[in-house]
C-alpha cells in the first residue's frame, strides 16, 4: 500500500483546508492527504490490506481520490465515491471497475476521452472539456457514506466547484446521492437553487441563477452506471450517452456523434 500520512486529523480537516487553497491541482493534493473520517479511513486501507484475488498484485492507492480531468472544464460529472476495488485501488475516480467502463466508454464515444477504457493512473487517459468529481472522496463500505461523512467530505467539493465556476456551465449528476448531495453544495456558494427544489431523476433538468453575476449553471440528473443499473438496463449505454451529450450540449463543449 502506497504511504499516507498517519498524523491524526479533526473532523474540520477539510472545511479549514479547502477555503485556504487557490487552485484545482493544490486541491488534488490536499484531498489525497484527508483523513477525518475514521472510519472511511480504516475501511479504505483494510481493503488495501485485503485485496480481492484479481489484484492480489497491485500497489492499492488506499487514500482519498481527488477528481480527474481539466481544471477549467465548461462540463462537470459528480459520482458518489470511489469503489473500494476500483478507484480505491487505481487512484482515479471511475477507474478499475464495471461503472468506470461504462462511462469512460460514453465518454469515449462522445469524443469527451482519449481512450474508451480507464485502467490505472498512468493509462495515458485524457478528458476533453469535462472533470469528474464526487462528493464523497473515500471508498465506503457497502457504497453508502453516512451523512456526516458526506457532511464532513462536502468543503472539497465546494471548493472544486468554485474553483470551476468561471468555466463551469453544466453538471451531469450520476444517482440520487449526488444530486442531494450537490444541492446544498450550490446553494452555500452562492448558487440560487430553485424552492421547492428539484427532484433527481434521469433526463430531471434544473437551472441554478448566480445571484453575483446572473450566469446560468444547469443540472442534468442522470441514474448511475452502476453494475445493477446496467444489468437491469435500469439505464442502458444509450441513455448514458444521450444525458452526457446534452450536458455537453449546453456547456459548449464539442461532441461528435455516437454510435448507433
Given at each position: 500500500m502506497r504511504g499516507s500520512p498517519t498524523t491524526p486529523q479533526g473532523h474540520d480537516f477539510p472545511s479549514v483546508m479547502a477555503p485556504r487553497l487557490g487552485s484545482v491541482r493544490e486541491l488534488d493534493e490536499s484531498v489525497a492527504t484527508c483523513r477525518a473520517c475514521p472510519r472511511l479511513v480504516a475501511w479504505r486501507e483494510e481493503a488495501a490490506r485485503v485485496k480481492r484475488k484479481a489484484f492480489r498484485d497491485w500497489d492499492y492507492w488506499a487514500r482519498p481520490v481527488p477528481g480527474f480531468g481539466p481544471t477549467d472544464a465548461p462540463l462537470a460529472i459528480i459520482g458518489l465515491a470511489p469503489a473500494a476495488h476500483g478507484g480505491n485501488r487505481t487512484g482515479r475516480i471511475f477507474t478499475g471497475d464495471p461503472s468506470g467502463d461504462v462511462l469512460y466508454a460514453a465518454l469515449y464515444d462522445l469524443g469527451l476521452a482519449s481512450q474508451p477504457e480507464s485502467t490505472h493512473r498512468g493509462d495515458g487517459m485524457k478528458l476533453y472539456g469535462v472533470r469528474i468529481t464526487m462528493p464523497v472522496h473515500c471508498a465506503p463500505p457497502a457504497n453508502?457514506?453516512?451523512?456526516?461523512?458526506?457532511?464532513?467530505?462536502?468543503?472539497?467539493?465546494?471548493?472544486?466547484?468554485?474553483?470551476?465556476?468561471?468555466?463551469?456551465?453544466?453538471?451531469?449528476?450520476?444517482?440520487?446521492?449526488?444530486?442531494?448531495?450537490?444541492?446544498?453544495?450550490?446553494?452555500?456558494?452562492?448558487?440560487?437553487?430553485?424552492?421547492?427544489?428539484?427532484?433527481?431523476?434521469?433526463?430531471?433538468?434544473?437551472?441554478?441563477?448566480?445571484?453575483?453575476?446572473?450566469?446560468?449553471?444547469?443540472?442534468?440528473?442522470?441514474?448511475?452506471?452502476?453494475?445493477?443499473?446496467?444489468?437491469?438496463?435500469?439505464?442502458?449505454?444509450?441513455?448514458?450517452?444521450?444525458?452526457?451529450?446534452?450536458?455537453?450540449?449546453?456547456?459548449?463543449?464539442?461532441?461528435?456523434?455516437?454510435?448507433?
Open positions: 453508502r457514506p453516512t451523512t456526516t461523512e458526506r457532511d464532513t467530505c462536502r468543503p472539497w467539493l465546494a471548493r472544486e466547484l468554485e474553483l470551476l465556476r468561471p468555466t463551469l456551465g453544466a453538471i451531469v449528476v450520476l444517482g440520487g446521492f449526488a444530486w442531494q448531495a450537490l444541492l446544498p453544495v450550490l446553494s452555500t456558494t452562492g448558487w440560487q437553487v430553485p424552492r421547492p427544489r428539484p427532484p433527481f431523476g434521469h433526463g430531471a433538468h434544473a437551472q441554478l441563477t448566480d445571484a453575483r453575476s446572473e450566469r446560468v449553471l444547469h443540472l442534468l440528473g442522470g441514474y448511475h452506471p452502476s453494475q445493477r443499473n446496467v444489468s437491469t438496463r435500469t439505464l442502458t449505454p444509450a441513455m448514458l450517452r444521450d444525458v452526457l451529450h446534452r450536458g455537453a450540449d449546453i456547456a459548449d463543449v464539442a461532441v461528435r456523434r455516437p454510435p448507433g
